[in-house]
Nanobody, 119 residues
Framework: QVQLVESGGGLVQTGGSLRLSCAAS????????MGWYRQAPGKERELVAAIRPSGLKNYPDFVKGRFTISRDNAKNTVALQMNSLKPEDTAVYYCNYAYSLGSSPLSSWGQGAQVTVSS
């Protein structure tokens, strides 16, 4: 099993930026898709960004152009740079990994990182 720990959450104003980091207990980036998910109060968890072993990135339309996922193989970390934040981005953000973009996450959910965007 791989342990994943999120950090970097905080409170920002609309239009602001935050950078989240996900630290993995071992390097899995060459074999699995890494993803960032979020869950807002009363809503289901949703994927917001993913990066494949090849480096190809995938984003849903509601964050495209504003969020950027990246990884550092030497440090076993995956980052999520969030720019032009909106109040609807407020949620707890989690990282996880999967066999492919369409498959279920493989790790248990951690504490996540709280992101709050004020209006």
């Amino acid at each position: 099993q791989v342990q994943l720990v999120e950090s970097g959450g905080g409170l920002v104003q609309t239009g602001g930026s935050l950078r989240l980091s996900c630290a993995a207990s071992r390097n899995i980036f060459s074999r699995y898709v890494m993803g960032w998910y979020r869950q807002a109060p009363g809503k289901e968890r949703e994927l917001v960004a993913a990066i494949r072993p090849s480096g190809l990135k995938n984003y849903p339309d509601f964050v495209k152009g504003r969020f950027t996922i990246s990884r550092d193989n030497a440090k076993n970390t995956v980052a999520l740079q969030m720019n032009s934040l909106k109040p609807e981005d407020t949620a707890v953000y989690y990282c996880n990994y999967a066999y492919s973009l369409g498959s279920s996450p493989l790790s248990s959910w951690g504490q996540g990182a709280q992101v709050t965007v004020s209006s």
